[in-house]
């Protein structure tokens, strides 16, 4: 299993209905074949800079290349992520 997680921050104002609508434009990815445990996150910690975050699991590299892959992913990066995201950090977790 791997746990996909990314951290970041959005170029929008916090409670803007812009920020609104790249949260809610992120469920695309939830809905895609190999994705499971998709989760919208909001950062409550004051130990880092980041204001949100998506969590979501697949069940093997197979699985995790697919979704790098998949159409919708790219489209979402490249039309939501990169326009609207300030800065991230992206982690992958294997259990150990």
Do not use: C
Not at 12 to 38: C, I, K, Q, Y
Not at 62 to 74: C, F, Q, R, S
């Amino acid at each position: 299993m791997i746990r996909h997680t990314v951290v970041f921050s959005l170029k929008h104002p916090e409670g803007s209905s812009e920020e609104t609508r790249f949260l809610d434009s992120a469920l695309v990815l939830a809905g895609l074949p190999t994705v499971r445990n998709f989760e919208r996150l909001k950062q409550v910690s004051t130990k880092n800079r980041f204001s949100h975050g998506f969590s979501m699991e697949f069940e093997d590299q197979a699985a995790y290349d697919a979704y790098n892959l998949h159409p919708l992913h790219v489209e979402f990066v490249r039309d939501r992520w990169q326009a609207e995201v300030s800065d991230f950090m992206e982690i992958d977790y294997v259990r150990i």
